[in-house]
Every structure is written in structure tokens, then in C-alpha cells.
């Protein structure tokens, strides 16, 4: 399985940018897609997740109202649409999948992701 993410870039403040995550090797299904990002000298952290097959939706606080995220069945990807950017929102965005089971998983720890793109870089300047 290959997760490929794209969209990044550099943006001002206030701005929009929407990254992608495509897969290869897996049809998505019965998957779980999760959009966590890493700061320079921090932790990566939970974005936003989607079920694939339910359409259900989660989503950090900090991204609230301000990030979606959305799938594409025909294009078997994952979108991640980014508005009202904050210069906080600077950091590498990592797309990661897993299978879901219907047993309890922490959507928002990176460990409970089996595979994971290489990330792509979203700068927002001030």
C-alpha cells in the first residue's frame, strides 16, 4: 500500500489550500483515513479522520470549523480542504490508513495507523 499526499504549499494567514491523499495497492473499504501533522520539534498530531465506508467525520479542535474532510469513492482518495489558515498550522500533513474492525481504536494516536505517506509541507506565513 502507498499513500501519496499533495496539495502543500505556502500560504498567508486567512488563506485555503486543500491536500489530497491518494492510495495505491488498496481499494479503500472498510478503512479508517486519518490527516495528522508534525511541527518542526514536535509531536505529530491527530488532524482530522474519516470512516471510509460510514462517511463518519472527526476532527482535532484546534481544526474545528476551519478544516474538512471529504472522500472521493471513484478516485479512492481522501481530501483534507484547509481554510482560515493559521501561521499555527504550519507543519508537514501525513495521510494514514487502517483497516477498521468495529472494535475501539484511538482515531487520534498515530500508532493505531498501519500505513502512512510521506507528508507533504503546508507553511502559512503571517
Known amino acids: 500500500v502507498q499513500l501519496q499526499a499533495s496539495g502543500g504549499g505556502l500560504v498567508q494567514a486567512g488563506g485555503s489550500l486543500s491536500l489530497s491523499c491518494a492510495a495505491s495497492?488498496?481499494?479503500?473499504?472498510?478503512?479508517?483515513v486519518g490527516w495528522f501533522r508534525q511541527a518542526q520539534g514536535k509531536e505529530r498530531e491527530f488532524v482530522a479522520y474519516?470512516?471510509?465506508?460510514?462517511?463518519?467525520?472527526d476532527y482535532a479542535d484546534s481544526v474545528q470549523g476551519r478544516f474538512t474532510i471529504s472522500r472521493d469513492n471513484a478516485k479512492n482518495t481522501v481530501y483534507l480542504q484547509m481554510t482560515s489558515l493559521k501561521p499555527e498550522d504550519t507543519a508537514v500533513y501525513y495521510c494514514?490508513?487502517?483497516?477498521?474492525?468495529?472494535?475501539?481504536?484511538?482515531?487520534?494516536?498515530?500508532?493505531?495507523?498501519?500505513?502512512w505517506g510521506p507528508g507533504t509541507q503546508v507553511t502559512v506565513s503571517s
Open positions: 495497492g488498496r481499494t479503500f473499504s472498510n478503512d479508517v
Open positions: 494514514a490508513v487502517r483497516s477498521f474492525s468495529g472494535a475501539y481504536f484511538d482515531r487520534s494516536s498515530p500508532r493505531e495507523y498501519t500505513y
Open positions: 474519516i470512516r471510509w465506508t460510514a462517511g463518519i467525520r
